[in-house]
């Protein structure tokens, strides 16, 4: 037992000690009155989900999920920004994870949102697996599908059973892809199938940007853009401007055309370009051009070839070849029913078939009329035939000839079979007329001078020279080329035998044969030889139209009783002349002069 005195000890104790608090917590509240106050502090987040909000919450300690908090309606979870709201979930909350279950809906910041079926979130890795109906938005970009795994910590979203990433009007579609929602850089690999407006891109991977809209194809790929098709193993496709760019040996189909290049530049409905080892082919006209740059606007029909450039053409028996340093296209009345093109080439112009050659300076080819002219001393050789003069021309009829004409200083030149004696034609001009490709008749019209060696019909051999002048004269040609006979008007004509033949009359003033300058072979197309100095072609100047001027110092004489109505030069001055008051007085009194 205790004793009263003990007792009383004790109970004076507490009595002080109670006293004590009370004075510690009024000095304690004073100092707090006394002191400032401090701003209030958020609660850091921390690396743990906090469970925000649910209408049932308990536990299964003998079930399957004993770790387990079981929430259920409206349940609302928050993680370092990232808030999950769904129909239930189990939350453990010792290994920091949620298992949600029923419209899932995650929401990170004001751009990115995920919604699905159903979801595992683990808080320690920061990755959510979404599963079912998987539908993540972020920004404009939607992406769809039933396998999606979000990597918080790299802005990864990844898809492996199946995606479709929605962008305007991009839809991409492939078996697995990454999306990354800080850079907006996606790739997609197996089947891949990208639909912009009406084109549609297939390759086996894909990167995709999606700030620029542009996509990068690795491997087989394939764009098809209307009629046009594009292969490509290593490309660049901007789906905003429908611009590509194409590397790795790339070819575009449009219909009959396609062309190919090391590298291709490539706008819808606008200007392409191509470099390296370029092909185009027309396969309808049944011609090619080869360069190393090679630039066309399909809007304009405006195209231009450089870098050794070479036209191909097969659309006849023979192929014929043609090179020059530079070729250019010019297309008219574009996307109408007249429309019609211009080939330029120049310089250094070198053709070569079999049955024909051609060296000249520049050419021009017009559609409209199917002419082809050549410029700058052009000369021609058909077998042992020899034509040049200051401008040919030729008429072309499906790809043959149908008429060829020689401006000015005409010269035909016919190699005889033993190559020491020519057949020659000169005049003003000649007007050569074909059909199904084969002469039938040649015209020569001015100043004509012929020296023509008479045969033997037997054995061939030459009998004679006889040299003619005259106005005109047409040749007539029968089977296999042979002259059946010579129309001529008045003329002078001298026959000579060949031991009586004066050196003099072996050949015209003005023969040149160019056996050196003519093309050997496809091959030789690129070798420029021009000719040798003094053997041009002498430049005639052309009359000028006489030019008609009211000026006193023109060389037209102006009429005595004209004369005052000659403007006279003004003349800066206060002072009137006396011939100006009189001529202006004269003006006065001539009706109709002002």
């Not at 396969?283 to 399909?298: A, V």
């Not at 009829?397 to 000169?426: C, G, W, Y």
């Not at 001055?573 to 001539?590: D, F, L, M």
Request: with cysteine; proline share 3%.
């Amino acid at each position: 037992m205790i004793s009263n005195r003990h007792y009383n000890n004790i109970k004076n104790g507490h009595r002080i000690f109670f006293a004590l608090i009370l004075c510690l917590f009024g000095f304690s509240l004073v100092l707090a009155m006394q002191a400032p106050k401090r701003k209030h502090k958020k609660r850091p987040q921390g690396d743990r989900v906090y469970l925000l909000h649910a209408d049932e919450l308990r536990y299964d300690m003998y079930g399957n999920n004993p770790d387990a908090q079981i929430v259920k309606g409206k349940v609302s979870f928050m993680h370092q920004g990232g808030h999950l709201t769904c129909d239930s979930a189990y939350f453990y909350q010792g290994s920091n994870s949620v298992k949600a279950f029923g419209h899932v809906h995650y929401r990170q910041g004001d751009t990115l949102s995920l919604t699905c079926e159903r979801a595992d979130y683990d808080g320690m890795m920061q990755m959510m697996h979404a599963r079912k109906n998987v539908v993540l938005r972020h920004r404009r970009q939607t992406l769809l599908t039933d396998s999606l795994d979000f990597d918080r910590l790299y802005n990864m979203a990844n898809f492996f059973d199946g995606g479709t990433l929605i962008d305007g009007k991009d839809k991409l579609v492939s078996d697995w892809g990454e999306y990354h929602t800080e850079t907006r850089e996606a790739k997609f690999v197996f089947n891949v199938k990208l639909r912009s407006g009406k084109d549609v891109i297939t390759t086996d991977t894909l990167y995709y940007d999606v700030p620029t809209s542009t996509a990068h194809l690795v491997g087989p790929s394939r764009i098809i853009s209307g009629a046009s098709v594009v292969n490509t193993h290593d490309g660049y496709y901007d789906t905003k401007t429908d611009k590509a760019k194409l590397f790795g040996r790339s070819t575009l189909v449009d219909k009959d055309k396609s062309i190919t290049g090391d590298s291709l530049y490539y706008v819808k409905n606008g200007e392409s370009t191509g470099y390296g080892n370029v092909v185009y082919v027309d396969k309808k006209n049944k011609n090619t051009l080869t360069c190393n740059y090679l630039r066309y606007n399909e809007k304009t029909g405006k195209g231009f070839a450089t870098k050794n450039p070479v036209v191909v053409d097969y659309s006849q028996k023979d192929t014929l070849w043609m090179h020059s340093d530079t070729m250019r296209i010019y297309t008219f009345n574009i996307n109408t029913d007249s429309v019609y093109r211009k080939v330029h080439a120049y310089p250094h112009v070198r053709a070569f078939r079999n049955d024909i050659q051609a060296v000249c300076d520049s050419l021009v080819f017009n559609s409209q009329d199917s002419c082809m002219t050549m410029y700058k001393d052009p000369i021609t050789w058909n077998l042992n035939r020899q034509l040049l003069g200051e401008e040919i021309k030729v008429y072309m009829a499906d790809s043959t000839i149908r008429f060829a004409h020689v401006l000015r200083q005409a010269l035909s030149i016919e190699q005889m079979p033993d190559k020491e004696h020519f057949n020659q034609i000169t005049s003003s001009e000649m007007k050569s007329y074909f059909d199904k490709g084969e002469m039938k008749m040649s015209e020569a019209i001015g100043n004509v001078q012929t020296v023509y060696y008479m045969t033997n019909d037997k054995d061939s051999s030459l009998v004679g020279l006889n040299y003619l002048e005259t106005d005109t004269m047409r040749m007539y040609l029968g089977a296999a080329r042979k002259l059946d006979k010579i129309w001529t008007n008045k003329f002078t004509s001298t026959m000579y035998p060949m031991t009586q033949i004066p050196p003099a009359k072996y050949k015209l003033p003005n023969f040149a044969w160019f056996e050196d300058i003519r093309p050997k072979d496809k091959n030789d197309i690129f070798v420029w030889r021009g000719k040798a100095k003094g053997s041009e072609l002498k430049e005639i100047k052309r009359h000028q139209a006489p030019l008609q001027t009211l000026q006193k110092n023109a060389s037209v004489e102006v009429p005595e009783k004209e004369k005052d109505l000659v403007e006279e030069p003004k003349v800066v001055s206060s002072k009137v002349s006396a011939k100006q008051k009189t001529s202006k007085a004269r003006a006065k009194k001539k009706p109709g002069v002002r």
